[in-house]
């Protein structure tokens, strides 16, 4: 296959010995020519190490064959991975594991994909990049199998952000990303510390057991984490729980004020006020609850369910509603709270963090963030408290529901 010009000369072959007479300049040393017709050479991508030998020796005497097709520049060259002169092939035959050279090859081929030209030193420069960028490390993690990469991985990473990155960088992590050997510490760093982890560890535990799925775990993450968002509980879920009470603002504790702190309403969220029980049939367990010291027995309670999936409730007790209505809501810890305009309620947990449950941790979300809000002019004084402070949560929600 030739293509000639007016003169009668091959513009191939004239196109291929420009090329290698300008290759063989740019690379000076680099450059050994192989073969003369067809044309053929090689171009080291790493020169040799000082000191010589040792394990690395064959990738640093690595040299890119170069072969020209008959119609190049019109048709690709061919590359094969070769080893340079100065190293007997006998003593290192195979310097590299095929999926290495393989890996190699794909960047200097993948020169030409982008430019759409068979540019030989953009190729070259390509393929040494590869190499001095740490490509061989990649390269070198897909000779292990998912179970080795799985182990691998488990060390790398922390949270689910860590899983993506590492995949982004080292796409031969992404089969085994998803397996049960990742997924399963990512589930219980994620869970420990959240509320409901005992059981829901126990739960999960118990159900991966009964499953041959090498993805469970990473479902089982997905699950809970759109579990936690629901804040729609239902009778079974109300009814198994014990939620600790307490009041927004301590009217007990305003009366006991200093006489230079009578001006602040003190909160309440600092002291529990007694236990609720909830039954599925609509009865209310609230026997030690004290209220200003009179105490809350017999009381019942109507849900807002639809389906089953209950949002609200009103409480009644003692023939009036106590505290009125309430709306279930999810804590950022993934716990369960009942909110009231008087009263807030949250659902206690056995065992917060592996340890042991503490009730002041369990409102210490609302309890760290309390300022002292000043009365805005517009309000009026309390009928039977005149005060100007209170102490609030520092959320915006809070103060915007509880009226002064």
């Given at each position: 296959m030739s293509r000639r010009d007016e003169g009668g000369e091959d513009e191939y072959l004239i196109a291929q010995q420009d090329e290698c007479s300008a290759m063989s300049v740019i690379f000076d040393e680099d450059f050994a020519l192989l073969c003369r017709d067809p044309i053929s050479y090689s171009i080291a991508l790493k020169r040799p190490s000082e000191g010589g030998v040792g394990v690395g020796v064959g990738c640093d005497h690595l040299a890119l064959a170069v072969s020209y097709h008959p119609a190049y520049p019109d048709v690709a060259p061919t590359f094969r991975l070769v080893v340079r002169d100065d190293?007997?092939?006998?003593?290192?035959?195979?310097?590299?594991?095929p999926v290495q050279e393989r890996a190699v090859l794909d960047a200097a081929y993948g020169a030409?994909?982008?430019?759409?030209?068979?540019?030989?030193?953009?190729?070259?420069?390509?393929?040494?990049?590869?190499?001095?960028?740490?490509?061989?490390?990649?390269?070198?993690?897909?000779?292990l199998s998912d179970d080795c990469l799985a182990r691998v991985l488990t060390y790398l990473v922390a949270t689910v952000r860590d899983v993506e990155i590492v995949c982004a960088a080292l796409p031969v992590f992404r089969a085994a990303s998803t397996t049960n050997?990742?997924?399963?510490?990512?589930?219980?760093?994620?869970?420990?510390?959240?509320?409901g982890f005992r059981g829901r560890w126990k739960r999960t535990t118990r159900d991966f057991r009964r499953h041959d799925d090498?993805?469970?775990?990473?479902?089982?993450?997905?699950?809970?984490?759109?579990?936690?968002?629901?804040t729609a509980i239902s009778r079974d879920?109300?009814?198994?729980?014990?939620?600790?009470?307490?009041?927004?603002?301590?009217?007990?504790?305003?009366?006991?004020?200093p006489d230079n702190m009578r001006d602040v309403l003190p909160t309440g969220l600092r002291e529990s006020v007694g236990d609720v029980v909830f039954s599925k049939t609509g009865e209310v367990s609230a026997n030690q609850l004290v209220f200003n010291e009179s105490t809350w027995e017999g009381s019942n309670y109507i849900s807002g369910d639809d389906d089953g999936a209950i949002t609200r409730l009103d409480w009644f007790t003692g023939g009036f509603i106590g505290g009125g209505n309430y709306s279930v809501h999810r804590t950022a810890n993934w716990g369960w709270e009942l909110q009231g305009f008087s009263f807030v309620l949250r659902a206690v947990d056995d065992d917060v963090d592996g340890r042991g449950n503490h009730r002041d941790e369990l409102w210490g979300d609302l309890t760290r963030s309390i300022i002292v809000q000043e009365r805005p002019q517009w309000v009026r004084p309390g009928r039977y408290h005149d005060y100007n402070y209170r102490e609030i949560p520092d959320d915006e929600d809070y103060k915007s529901m509880l009226g002064w």
């Open positions: 190293v007997r092939c006998a003593t290192h035959p195979r310097p590299l594991h030409i994909a982008r430019t759409g030209e068979p540019c030989v030193y953009g190729c070259v420069i390509a393929a040494q990049d590869f190499l001095d960028g740490g490509g061989l490390d990649g390269a070198g993690l897909a000779l050997a990742v997924w399963r510490p990512l589930c219980r760093r994620r869970w420990r510390g959240k509320w090498r993805h469970y775990w990473m479902r089982a993450y997905e699950v809970e984490e759109a579990d936690a968002t629901r879920e109300l009814s198994s729980m014990t939620f600790d009470c307490r009041p927004w603002f301590s009217l007990r504790l305003l009366r006991n004020q």
